[in-house]
């Protein structure tokens, strides 16, 4: 997309703008100013399907936004900043790049409603929820810039990082693997085709429920023609993707130096299951640059234990400990960490247990301390089973061990692919039906 592309906006806009970037934005804000959306309202959708509520203009007025009359000087602090990036906000969210609704625009009035982040540098739930106590439709980008107290204020969490993506050879001799849980094959393939972007000498450690469910990815990872050396395993149905890692695959742990553990997640309770998998999949190992600046990270820091993204937008009112403070309390003191207590300042927790992990941080875990014995019968549970206490702990155990967490904020790097299966997945018009 270039800057002098133009699209209509929706009726309830009602003009025809250019798309912002860095170097035409008093442009673009004047027009906005010179509209009837000077004295408008922040908008509600009233449909479930949130993104097809944009685009069909499913609102309803909730509340006024006192900040669209910031002056010039104002908005021209906030983009001289680099807080807000067009080019990061439009390939991290595939949804606004498919309305053609301006970047900013949808930023300001419903991004930062739905936890997304104008850019690399400003995390909006961290900021909204450490400094802003009421009006929590204000945006919290505006918030800050109109603030006459800076000084000192975080935009981030202490553990928030960027991986630098510019190196493209991985010198490291470190061992590494993949431990990839199989219980939907049919995801396997996007898994393989992401496998075969990264460097050939990580090893492939894949787990899967039943004989047949084996002799299905197999056939997958012998198609693809991959060069990673690959182990099978048939483990119970138990745990979750949990106990494959910590019990399935226990043996294994000694042999190498950093694991990065993905799933074949599918998350049915979710309408978003799709595409917060297809988003942890493609910052983990989207690419060789992304696999290399997290090994490089690593290396350079030994006192990091575990590397994840930050969570996905849409699952970020969700995580919490929602219940489960008592269940990981009492776990953990099993493990022989007597002086746990749940407290604001604990690290924040890692949805959907996809990370890469330094494989010394997690003693006792990786040392056969757990069994599948130990893990409940599979009922669909959505809490409270070990499964979810060891997803919480994964950022928990590297810190108790002496090890710090790192979440790291980056673009997507496959972004064509990421927007087209987004649009799949949310039968967008526009979706490439011929694959990604």
Known sequence: MQGE???????WIGFTFPIIRQRNWIHSWWRLRLTSLRNTHIYERESDDKNAATRKGLIKVVSPIPYMNLSEKKVGELLSTGLFDADYYLSMYPDVYLSQLDPL???LYFGHIENRNPSTK???QF???NYMSENQRFCPLIHYLMREDSGGVKLRSDNAIEIDISEKQLDSNSRLALQIHVYYPSHFNEIVTKVKKIPSRIDLLVSTTSEMELKTIAQIATRASLQNKTEFRVVNNVGRDQAPLFVGFADTWSKYDYICHLHSKQSPHTEFGDRWRNYLFDQLIG???IVTGIISLFERDDNIGVIYPDNYFEIKPYVGWNGNEEY????LKKAGFTNFEITEKEPDLLAGSMCWM???AYAPLNHSFLSYSHFEPEEGQLEGTLAHILERCLTVIPVLNGYRTCKYFNGIQNVEAYRNAWAKSHGHPDADLSGT
């Not at 990981?328 to 776990?331: A, D, G, I, K, L």
């Open 5 to 11: 592309l133009k699209y209509t906006s929706p009726d």
């Open 105 to 107: 625009l949808h930023y």
């Open 122 to 124: 400003f995390d909006t």
């Open 127 to 129: 900021y909204r929820s």
């Open 287 to 289: 690419s060789r640059s």
């Open 328 to 331: 990981v309390t009492e776990f």
């Open 358 to 360: 330094r494989t010394a």
